[in-house]
């Protein structure tokens, strides 16, 4: 039985560790990176190709991403799978929030599948090199190859991701007992609703960067 709650025990605090380190690192980083689609195709062709050049980049993907996200996707889904919400029957905004990260949970699941596909996996799928042309003329209505799906896709991911993390780390603080009371637990609230509105504003920065300027004609 001890030997059953101890590895339950350590299955959550990994879960909840990569949540933080590095998946909501690699978020941020990720948005911050991507807000180069502002500065233009050559600005940001330029950083796309300077990080696959990276000495170790798959590596790193493999180990810092592909890796930490498969295994908090699992045990999420698990642990998503346990839920017993008590939301609307218990009309807290706690529990509200408990529904809603279980919820985002399982819509990132589904856009980031595609998303990879679509942004990473380029060269494999579509025989096409990743660039801003690439991603402006996927979201953009004025473009021979727009997807219609891809703009509302972006903007659920960055949506619910920024929900995710922002309220992950409000759960983080309480799970690693760095916030353990009530007032704590009300100041990392108010920073966490900061954390949302802050994330959400730089990824749709990082989207609309690929509607500035003209399309080459044809695209
Ligand atoms: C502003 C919206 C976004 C843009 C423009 C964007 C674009 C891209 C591009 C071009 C790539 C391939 C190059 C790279 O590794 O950076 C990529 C990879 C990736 N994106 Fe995004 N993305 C966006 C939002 C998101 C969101 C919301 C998530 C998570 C839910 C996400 C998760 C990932 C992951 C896990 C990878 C693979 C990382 C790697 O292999 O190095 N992205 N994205
Ligand atoms: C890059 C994307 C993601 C990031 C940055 C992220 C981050 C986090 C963070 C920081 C937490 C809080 C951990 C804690 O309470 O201590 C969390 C919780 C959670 N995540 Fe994710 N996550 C991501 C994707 C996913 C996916 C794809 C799933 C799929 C099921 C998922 C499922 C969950 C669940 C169920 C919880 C709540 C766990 C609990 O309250 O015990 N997450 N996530």
Redesign the pocket.
Known sequence: MEQVSRSNFWFKRIHSFVGIVPLGI??VF??I??SY?QQGPAAYDGR?DW??SLPL?TA??IFL??IP?LYHSIAGTIITLKARPNWPQYPYFGNFKFVIQRLTALG?IA??IA??VK??FVELFFHER?SWLH?ASALRWDSAHYNPLSFPS?IL??V??SFHLANGLWTFGITWGITPGPKSQRWSARFSIFLFIALTLL??Y??LG?FRGSLPLGD
């Open positions: 690699f978020i990720h948005f990176f991507h689609s796309i990080l696959y980049h790193a993907a991403v592909y996200l990132l856009f980031i998303h990879l942004a990473r990743m991603e972006y991911g960055i619910a991701v990824g749709l990082a989207l690929f």
